[in-house]
């Protein structure tokens, strides 16, 4: 790596009688290369029959070739160098069919951290591409049990119970036996059973008790709830059956679809938006505030990232791709957003692997080695 710094502020490279300092140069939002180019101290007073030219390696093996032009007492190139300003530099300068080349290590925003050490620190990764911008309306609501999964069961003719089988909290099949009545008329004992497949929340009766007509059990199965939604009249032009909803409340989320859209029948200015969702793996209980966002719109565009994989950098936004063991900030300019994507306009190619989980970290590391944006 050629360290040493010329009266410009920039790389000097010297081979024999000739040097070339080279920078790049920022104005507004473009940067450019400039090279100034010496020969025994001086500068050259004829550029004729000398050629200046740069590749830029970028991490990934992407190559840019650069041609410089004399303008003045120094050469420029043509082209503007986009972000990141992060790359190995291979210099050409051909001086009267005598060549002379260096190689710059030239990094910024850019640090190496061991799979080991990414894995330990929670540091996960995903490929960027193509996806989809939700554009959403938020309701609010409950979950509920459908009538169907609630039951109160009774014996069919009253009399003592004679046993009981099931306790408050167990788990039944619809069909087994919770409890044996004696009825008071054939004064013959008959099974009381769980019309469903759920748990016992509710029981109500010990041996030797009197039936009656009264709730002895009550079974529910809570395997599907329901989202009771409301829906106002200014949003109900935008709510119909279908539509994909997000449920969340606290930490819980789930993802279904609006399976139907009803009126209240004691006069509520609302519409119930209702949809179902398998509760089998998630326990939510019935009774749960919920809050709601609807897909009213989504868009498919070539380009996405998650949004907790954006961090501050610069004046602007970055994500941090990871080539190997080395990651490397990449400035981008973004579109659209949604609560968990946000459109990549530039800066960031499909197929990059980028930090998605603890990105911050990276942010960390390179403004704690120095690694940043120093031109």
């Not at 081979?15 to 400039?34: H, T």
């Not at 050409?92 to 080349?101: F, V």
């Amino acid at each position: 790596m050629v360290e040493e710094q010329g009266p410009h502020g920039g790389y000097l490279l010297r081979d024999g009688a000739v040097s070339v300092e080279l920078k790049l140069v920022e104005q507004g939002n473009k940067a450019k290369f400039r090279a100034w180019v010496t020969e025994a101290g001086q500068p050259l007073q004829d550029t004729s029959g000398t050629t200046l030219s740069l590749e830029l390696l970028r991490l990934g093996g992407e190559r840019q070739r650069f041609r410089l032009e004399p303008e003045g007492d120094y050469w420029r190139s043509v082209a503007a160098v986009r972000e990141p300003h992060s790359f190995d530099i291979n210099t050409l300068l051909i001086r009267n069919g005598e060549r002379s080349t260096w190689t710059i290590a030239s990094y910024e925003g850019r640090v190496m951290i061991s799979d080991q050490m990414a894995e330990e620190n929670g540091i996960a990764t995903a490929v960027a591409g193509a996806g989809g911008i939700r554009r959403t309306l938020t309701l609010y609501g409950r979950t509920a049990l459908a009538h169907e999964d609630m039951r109160h069961v009774r014996a069919r003719f009253p009399g003592p119970v004679t046993e009981v089988l099931a306790e408050l909290g167990d788990r039944v099949q619809r069909g087994q036996k919770l409890a044996t009545v004696e009825s008071n008329d054939s004064l013959q004992t008959y099974p009381v059973v769980s019309p469903i497949d759920g748990l016992v929340v509710e029981h109500e009766i010990g041996s030797g008790e009197f039936s009656g007509n009264r709730v002895l059990f009550t079974v529910a199965n809570y395997d599907t709830l329901w989202a009771e939604l409301q829906v106002f009249p200014r949003q109900q032009s935008a709510i119909r059956r279908g539509q994909t909803v997000t449920l969340t409340s606290d930490q819980r989320r789930v993802e279904t679809r609006i399976h139907d859209v009803l009126p209240i029948s004691d006069g509520q200015p609302f519409l119930l938006a209702r949809a179902s969702f398998d509760n089998r793996g998630e326990n939510w209980p019935p009774g749960l505030l919920v809050e709601a966002k609807v897909v009213i719109e989504e868009e498919q565009v070539p380009l996405v990232v998650e949004n907790r994989a954006l961090q501050p950098y610069l004046n602007g936004f970055a994500v941090f791709v990871k080539v190997g063991e080395v990651y490397e900030a990449r400035p981008l300019t973004l579109g659209r957003r949604d609560d968990e994507f946000t459109e990549v306009l530039g800066g960031l190619r499909p197929g990059d692997r980028y930090v998605t989980a603890n990105s911050f970290l990276i942010k960390a590391d390179i403004e704690k080695s120095g690694a940043v944006h120093d031109h």
